[in-house]
């Protein structure tokens, strides 16, 4: 599970912790193969989830896009989607998921999007990595107790 609280952490600096946004890689190193995970999202209002470069940019200002490492659906406001890109590109879903599916293809270079409930693809990036990804959660801030669920991640075999 990841979740923001109203407590801040002092924690000492590192390379690998970000210092402005709220987010976490997975500790799976995704370098060969088919990946797939869920996680439930009921009752959040904002989050983002997708994949990242090992080496993505995790200090100061840090723009998502593919081009910066960064392959990832957002929600905002309970009912704002949106696919990080050069541009960002909102999208309308239908059913509000209450759990999102992640599918990475690394050979091909393809994060799909699913929503698990309904049975419906949602969107799916079509790129190639050039080094490692991880899986990539953001529970985004709590906003004083409106977005405090926490994200559970389910990993899933693919066979």
Known sequence: QVWCSDHHQLLPDSQERFDRIVCVLGREMISSGKHYWEVDVTGKTDWDLGVARKSVNRKGKITVTPSNGYWFLSLRDKNKYAFCTVHSSDVQLN?????????????????????????????????????????????????????????????????
């Open 95 to 159: 059913l509000q998921p209450h759990k999102i599916g992640i599918f990475v293809d690394f050979e091909n270079g393809q994060v799909s999007f699913y929503n698990v409930n309904a049975r419906v693809h949602i969107y799916t990036f079509n790129d190639s990595f050039s080094e490692s990804i991880y899986p990539f959660f953001s529970p985004c801030s709590n906003k004083y107790g409106k977005n405090d669920e926490p994200l559970t991640i389910t990993p899933v075999n693919v066979k």
